[in-house]
């Protein structure tokens, strides 16, 4: 928008006299903060003696105008509004100066008795340094919402001090070095005319206008908050008290559904007739049907601890009859091994073509450790029938021989209670002292095919349906520690 201007040169003049410039008019206008169309204007003679002396003034105020060297200063005086750095003259700065001179109560309960400066300078428009939003202790403020007025006074001021600086000094700083001439890079001054200086001053008059509008409509929206903030307050409240009583209630209803499900299931499905299960005709009262679940739920856990105990022992002894028909299969192994070095030294295979001693006193030790390693575990033989079937027999324990014998002889009183004659058979039989085990795979170390149980006569015992139940199921996991286990334990 700049007008005509006159330019001369500063550098390579030659040592002929200037022209003289001629003298020019020039008028300069305030405009009024409040919008009023009142204008000042002043007759200046354009000379080069005039415009020297103007350019003298302007550099003795911009002197008294620049920013002033304190321990948060730089060192050199700035020249320029954009070199003055955020880190020397910034909100941070600006914002320690105005809490200093706050009240001091108000600081600590706005920041905190252990605030340190860093953290206050941390907790401002700290977006202005690159540092992210301003963070606002908002928990603080709705204890003492007199802070958040503080707060935005101390902001208010700020901003005003920060449009002094970025704004009005560097106009004056821009306008300044414009119309002067600049010997470093040769640039010429800028002599404007009336009409730029007043088409300027329309454009600012307009400028301050739309500001002063939107200041008004800022204010309006801010009483419209207020206002609305004022009317939510009391709903706000009750609000807030209807949705902790709610949130009671529904805690509340919560713990009845589960009461009212614990009920339904432990009625059985009988019409939720708590009655019929106690065992007493009516309904029950609340203290009666406390009473009958706390025996319901000790009993529960009584039985779970039985339970517990129960399948630890069981655990307990298949471990131990894992492990000991392992130690027999490795024993059964070494017996076979010794067996062959016996049967070498009775031909005359040992050292020096006569008897092994040390391999007949590890026979002897070997066949003793087997045979009292057998009659441990009750035994008595274990021969291979075939190439895929093994037969393993056990002696039965006295206990349980001596339980049959008094069964059968229970058995007879009572026929002969009864009248029937009948002939007294003989209670020790030594044949029924043996129980024989047939395991029969399908082929050499596969999968098994049969698992019979027979006595020394080859009668099939009969066993509880559980056990043959389980037998079964082991016989199709192929397990053959466990089916050893289970015919052990049914005897």
Request: charged residues 30%; aromatic residues 4%; glycine residues 6%.
């Amino acid at each position: 928008m700049a007008g005509p201007s006159t330019r001369r040169g500063s550098r390579g003049r030659t040592s002929q006299p200037e022209p003289t410039t001629p003298a020019r008019n020039v008028q300069f206008g305030q405009a009024d903060d409040a919008a009023d169309d009142t204008t000042v204007t002043t007759s200046i003679d354009l000379n080069v003696d005039t415009i020297k002396t103007m350019i003298n003034q302007a550099r003795t105020i911009l002197a008294e105008l620049g920013p002033q060297l304190s321990a948060r200063s730089p060192t050199k005086l700035a020249t320029n509004a954009f070199e003055i750095s955020p880190d020397n003259l910034s909100l941070h700065t600006l914002r320690d100066q105005l809490l200093s001179k706050a009240d001091r109560s108000n600081q600590r309960r706005l920041f905190g008795d252990n605030a340190s400066p860093a953290k206050r300078r941390r907790s401002s428009m700290s977006q202005f340094a690159g540092e992210g939003e301003l963070d606002i202790n908002w928990a603080v403020y709705k204890e003492w919402p007199e802070g958040l007025l503080e707060e935005e006074r101390l902001l208010l001021d700020y901003f005003r001090k920060l449009k002094f600086i970025y704004l009005e000094q560097e106009t004056k700083m821009r306008f300044m070095a414009d119309i002067q001439d600049d010997l470093e890079s040769g640039k010429e001054a800028t002599v404007y005319s009336v009409a730029d200086v007043a088409d300027r001053e329309r454009v600012a008059k307009t400028l301050k206008t739309q500001l002063t509008e939107a200041k008004a409509e800022v204010r309006s929206l801010r009483k419209q908050v207020d206002a609305a903030a004022e009317e939510l307050f009391e709903p706000w409240h009750e609000v807030e008290r209807d949705s902790r009583e709610a949130e009671v209630l529904i805690k509340e209803i919560g713990d009845m559904e589960l009461e009212l499900a614990k009920i339904r299931a432990q009625s059985h499905g009988k019409g939720g007739n708590v009655a019929t299960i106690a065992g007493r005709d009516g309904p029950l009262t609340t203290s009666e049907a406390e009473e009958y679940c706390d025996t319901q739920v000790e009993e529960m856990t009584a039985v779970e601890g039985k339970t517990t105990s129960v399948n630890k022992a069981i655990e307990a002894t298949k471990k131990d009859l894992v492990s000991s028909l392992r130690a027999l299969d490795r024993i059964n192994a070494e017996r076979s091994l010794a067996e062959k070095f016996a049967n070498e030294a009775k031909m005359g295979m040992g050292v020096d073509g006569g008897r092994d001693l040390e391999t007949e006193r590890l026979c002897a030790s070997h066949a003793a450790t087997i045979s009292l390693l057998r009659s441990l575990l009750g035994i008595d033989e274990i021969e291979a029938v075939s190439a895929n079937e093994i037969r393993v027999t056990y002696k039965l324990p006295l206990d349980s021989i001596l339980g049959s014998q008094k069964q059968q002889q229970q058995e007879e009183a009572a026929a002969k209670g009864a009248g029937a004659r009948r002939k007294r058979k003989s209670i020790a039989m030594p044949d029924q002292s043996l129980v024989h085990v047939n395991l029969r795979f399908h082929d050499v170390g596969g999968r098994i095919d049969e698992v019979t149980v027979t006595s020394s006569k080859g009668e099939q015992y009969d066993m509880p349906e559980a056990s043959i139940a389980r037998l079964r199921a082991l016989q199709k996991a192929n397990d053959v520690p466990l089916i050893v286990q289970e015919v052990l334990a049914a005897f």
